[in-house]
Nanobody
Framework: QVHVVESGGGSVQAGGSLRLSCAVS????????IAWFRQAPGKEREGVAL????????YYVDSVKGRFTASQDNAKDTVYLQMNSLKPEDTAMYYC????????????????????WGQGTQVTVSS
């Protein structure tokens, strides 16, 4: 009954920007860990960023640090990933994932602990 829905992907030229949205519903616990992962064809899934929704604490992998920013809309229970200065290597299917077991697992970019995943939204960056 937990639903995670991503949107906002598209095709942009290198240096451009996109803002991804992740709408999460069905949780009764307000404190959630929401993460962004991405996977390019032929490559392993990699973590990108995460946010803890109660205090908006965030984490970014080095490859996107300074370019991507995660934020939350508390009223709509939506997380955003603002992606600036996009590079061709950012091209991937981007997935949003969520869990509410922060006390047990923490909030880290570890795919197995995320029980709920969105369908993915494609980001394509051309040179």
């Amino acid at each position: 009954q937990v639903h995670v829905v991503e949107s906002g992907g598209g095709s942009v030229q290198a240096g451009g920007s996109l803002r991804l949205s992740c709408a999460v519903s069905g949780y009764t616990i307000s404190r959630k860990c929401i993460a962004w992962f991405r996977q390019a064809p032929g490559k392993e899934r990699e973590g990108v960023a995460l946010i803890t929704t109660d205090d908006s604490s965030t984490y970014y992998v080095d490859s996107v640090k300074g370019r991507f920013t995660a934020s939350q809309d508390n009223a709509k229970d939506t997380v955003y990933l603002q992606m600036n200065s996009l590079k061709p290597e950012d091209t991937a299917m981007y997935y949003c994932a969520a869990h509410d077991q922060i006390r047990r697992y923490g909030c880290t970019l570890s795919p197995p602990v995320f029980a709920s995943w969105g369908q993915g939204t494609q980001v394509t960056v051309s040179s």
